[in-house]
């Protein structure tokens, strides 16, 4: 199961995280999402779990729960839409000039 964890305070590591869920199962990835060109962290990670039990049981213990000074929001991870950018059929946009 793929878990949502929002309202991360900005110094909450892979590790943090990991550990905050491992009290209630088995852990298979925990990730803080960070952005791309500073490096720091944008407030949100993703947790997977093996066993679904384990990870509702920890949605419903962690969800509202301080982490760091933070209060952690917690949901059920939605799949990835694909693509991520829209594209505009037809090329590149703009008006050409003859």
């Keep these: 199961m793929n878990i949502y964890v ?3 305070a900005y ?6 995280l990991r550990e905050a869920f491992e009290a209630h199962g088995t852990v298979q990835n ?5 952005d791309k060109f500073s490096g720091e962290s944008r407030g949100f990670g993703f947790v997977e779990m ?15 729960k301080q982490l760091k000074g933070r209060y952690l929001i917690i949901k059920e991870a939605r799949p990835q839409k694909s693509g991520g950018k829209r594209h505009r059929q037809g090329g590149s946009g703009g008006r050409r000039r003859y």
Excluded at 11 to 16: I, L
Excluded at 30 to 34: G, L, N, T
Excluded at 58 to 63: F, G, I, R, Y
């Design 50 to 64: 093996e066993n679904k039990k384990e990870a509702e049981k920890a949605m419903t213990e962690l969800d509202g």
């Design 30 to 34: 925990a990730k803080v999402i960070r």
């Design 6 to 8: 929002g309202n991360l």
């Design 11 to 16: 110094d909450v590591n892979d590790s943090d």
